[in-house]
């Protein structure tokens, strides 16, 4: 799709938990940061019913899924564009197993590892692949072009002519200045 040269793009939505705990939101972020990624878009939402059936619909059939939907509506949840290279698998690697007990056991340091507190409350979601980011940017993000992205903006965000502005927690261009990180 976009060569690998290019940053890919991936969804990451801080749980309702996260929200409600500063230490960990805080946490999460500085390994969001650390980790070089750049945020495109930021939004802090109180995910609707018909976003999550929308978002989790591969899962109807799962023992989990109303306890899921009921969680992920429970109460506001971050959602971020994350950019990078090799940004999915890099953030899916950061998280952790699915299972917080797994990942509690087998990757302690891992986000879910550190900050799950059951297997529906594991702190953080990561699409899965390129299909399953542009599907779920779709869902969150209506007015997100990611053509678009691609075209007019992805080149500032992959040479580094973004400034981090920490209050909105999103990386803007900042075209034709001095290097910022
Ligand atoms: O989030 P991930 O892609 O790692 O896992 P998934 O298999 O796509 O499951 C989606 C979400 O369902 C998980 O992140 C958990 O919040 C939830 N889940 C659950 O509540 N109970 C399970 N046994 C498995 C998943
Ligand atoms: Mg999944």
């Not at 018909?50 to 971050?78: D, Q, V, W």
Request: glycine share 4%.
């Amino acid at each position: 799709m976009h060569s690998s040269k290019s940053l890919e793009l991936t969804l990451a939505i801080l749980k309702p938990h996260i929200v409600k705990s500063p230490f960990a939101l805080k946490n999460i972020h500085n390994i969001i940061i650390q980790n070089e990624f750049k945020v495109v878009r930021t939004r802090k939402s109180l995910i609707t019913h018909e976003e999550a059936s929308k978002f989790y619909a591969e899962h109807i059939n799962k023992f989990f899924y109303n306890r899921l939907l009921t969680f992920m509506c429970s109460g506001p949840s971050l959602i971020h564009i994350l950019a990078r290279h090799n940004a999915i698998n890099t953030w899916r690697q950061l998280m952790g197993p699915t299972k917080v007990y797994v990942a509690q056991l087998s990757a302690p340091n891992t986000i879910r590892g550190t900050f799950g507190l059951s297997d529906t409350r594991n702190a953080t979601h990561g699409s899965d692949s390129q299909d399953s980011a542009e599907r779920e940017i779709a869902i969150f993000f209506k007015d997100f072009d990611i053509k678009k992205w691609y075209a007019d903006e992805e080149m500032y965000f992959n040479t580094g002519q973004v400034k981090f502005d920490f209050v909105s927690f999103v990386h803007n261009i900042a075209k034709n200045t001095d290097i910022y990180k």
